[in-house]
């Protein structure tokens, strides 16, 4: 039975590049694939667009085909990445750059686009297409002259397309994760649209893939302690069958740990519900799913279940959503907790009598209460240090930086021991997420694959 190696080289933008080299030389793998896109991530490429109209692609994208594309011309890996962000065409244009600046001919690059749906909206409005939030029933009416992005998610389609083109590289935008991870399966096996089980076992290994680590023992909530050499970690590979089937594993030799345990944890990240998971491609049910241990770094995962997709795809929009500043600043030993909580008072006090109305305004103290906030309990004895966070919403750039001019008097005026003092950070522009649901057939209609090659 036919079988295919798919490697993870990225779980985030930023995410080290040296597991997918190690991977890429040492896998025995036929693709690759780079997992870029979170919604933050959409939000801070669309700043950088902002910026320059020529960027809104991942900027490790040029380290990653510099590093890699030595490697994957000579094995004739294929890689995929949904690096192009907010801009799929520049990304492709970069990598075109960087293939000839290294002189490499005979090279396909492929490029997805039709996500980015921001030029649509008026016209669905007027057609009757409802935008209302999908959790809380918002009208977008109040948002709608903010919105600086929208993208829809698109399913592994248009990726098996470039494939069969001959794509070497695939670029996209706004793609799901594990539609990157799919894509190679329907090209290589033939899976047809309605063969739910199989492509819920490709949705499934996608799933388990788009993290990088977290599969192999990164991240772990469980006996993290035993997991050995983190510092050279070895990114998730998976062997498929043309049955479905796929073996979990890592390149030999490499640190961090793949279980049962570890991969479970991953299973379950960011599901809502095990068995309806909701993607373009299909509705995965993973009730059903089992793990076997079948050697030391290997586990077999079998029993996922497919049903139709529906008919709707989700589109993600990015909106002005005011300015936030904030100030930090320790309190030491004894009694950094107090000292702490009375600074806060005194700047809350003082915001008042200037007469500034915050949109949200919110305190943590660093060291007690800022990871589990109101969850956290009083510790039994005295914390060695605190800090102090307060961070304000705005309107207006201009209110948000008269929170940080409130700190430094502290130093003298406030109470006793006050040090690692942060004091005004630059007010940041903040961007507030809408998620709605649009017909599939009209988002569809404006996908396009371009493949230009070297």
């Known amino acids: 039975m036919k079988k295919i190696r798919i490697g993870a080289g990225q779980g985030f933008y930023g995410d080290s590049i040296l597991p997918a080299i190690e991977t890429a030389q040492k896998g025995n793998i036929q693709y690759i694939c780079f997992d870029c896109l979170a919604e933050l991530t959409l939000a801070i490429l669309q700043k950088d667009r902002k910026k320059d109209p020529s960027k809104g692609y991942t900027a490790d994208i040029s380290v990653t085909i510099r590093e890699l594309l030595p490697v994957i ?6 890689l995929l990445t949904n690096a192009g962000g907010m801009n799929p065409l520049g990304a492709q244009q970069e990598v075109l750059r960087i293939v000839r600046e290294l002189g490499i001919e005979g090279l396909k690059v492929a490029v997805v686009t039709g996500d980015d749906v921001l030029d649509r909206l008026e016209e669905w409005r007027q057609d009757g297409i409802w935008l209302a939030h999908m959790e809380d029933g918002r009208d977008i009416e109040s948002i709608q002259d903010r919105i600086l992005f929208a993208n829809a998610y ?38 047809e649209q309605d063969e739910w089980d199989r492509l819920a076992q490709g949705i499934l290994m996608g ?20 997991i050995e050499d983190l510092d050279q970690i070895g990114f998730p590979v998976a062997e498929v069958s043309e049955d479905g089937e796929f073996v979990l594993t890592k390149t030999e ?10 991969v479970k944890e991953q299973l379950l990240y960011e599901i809502h519900d095990p068995s ?8 995965l049910d993973m009730t059903e799913v089992r793990l076997e241990d079948i050697a030391p770094n290997q586990v077999r995962v079998t029993g996922a279940r497919g049903k139709k997709p529906t008919n709707m795809l989700k589109v993600v929009m990015g909106y002005a959503d005011g300015f936030m500043g904030q100030a930090i600043c320790g309190y030491s030993w004894p009694d950094a907790l107090a000292k702490a909580q009375n600074a806060d008072q005194i ?52 209110d948000a930086a008269k929170l940080g001019r409130l700190f430094p008097p502290l130093m003298l005026s406030g109470p006793p021991s006050m040090g690692g003092f942060l004091g005004m950070m630059k007010p940041r522009e903040l961007l507030g997420m809408w998620s709605c649901l649009v017909p599939r057939d009209i988002i569809d209609s404006g996908v396009r694959v371009t493949v230009m090659e070297v």
């Open 73 to 78: 011309k000579e094995k004739g890996i294929k």
């Open 154 to 191: 698109l399913g592994s389609g248009p990726i098996v397309e470039a494939l069969r083109e001959g794509a070497d590289i695939v670029i996209t935008g706004r793609v799901t994760d594990s539609a990157l991870f799919l894509a190679p399966l329907i090209y290589e096996f033939g899976w």
């Open 207 to 226: 799933h388990l893939m788009e993290c990088s680590g977290q599969s192999t023992g990164g991240n772990f909530s469980g006996d993290w302690q035993s």
């Open 253 to 262: 030799g490499t640190g961090g740990l793949v279980s049962i345990d570890t």
């Open 276 to 283: 309806a998971y909701m993607t373009p491609d299909i509705v």
């Open 347 to 398: 700047i809350r006090r003082q915001l008042q009598q200037m007469g500034l109305q915050y949109e949200e305004i919110q305190t943590d103290y660093m060291g007690y209460n800022s990871l589990h906030g109101p969850l956290s309990k009083l510790p039994e004895e005295e914390l060695n240090e605190v800090y102090l966070r307060i961070a304000v919403r705005t309107r207006n750039r201009e």
